[in-house]
């Protein structure tokens, strides 16, 4: 949360949704949730379902009705994103605390070929806030 916060006064326009809100807006409506976080990461674990920044500009006319949800590893560099896509008159949330936040809230993380996994990287030790459950790796 401490991180979350300090994150959210870099970027005070972005609005963002919590992991309660983003679990209700997926049982409601459409959703396309988009891992910012970089390659290395995603090859550990993703938010099932999760999308790339390129494959998310792939799909241009589903941007427009689908609700759109980024997340990194704890709010910062999806913030950044959601700005630039704001820049473009795209509705945009960040996930509040990120992937962290999903995990404490002990929600599944999934390999990028859907496998179930309980891996998770994590860019330093600053970070490796997870639960136990989790392996955490950087």
Known sequence: EQLATEYRRSYPG???????????????HSVILVDVREEEERLVSIIP???????????HTEVKSARI??????????????AQLQKQGIDVHNLRGGILAWVQALQPLAT???????????????????PQQNQTLW
């Open 49 to 59: 379902g999760a999308i790339t920044p390129n494959r998310l500009a792939a799909r």
């Open 112 to 130: 990028l070929d859907g496998a179930q996994t309980t891996r998770l990287h994590v860019m330093g030790r600053k970070w490796d806030l997870a």
């Open 69 to 82: 949800v980024a997340y990194c590893t704890a709010g910062l560099r999806s913030s950044k994103y959601a």
């Open 14 to 28: 972005v609005p963002e949704v919590t992991v309660e809100q983003l679990q209700k807006l997926q049982l409601n």
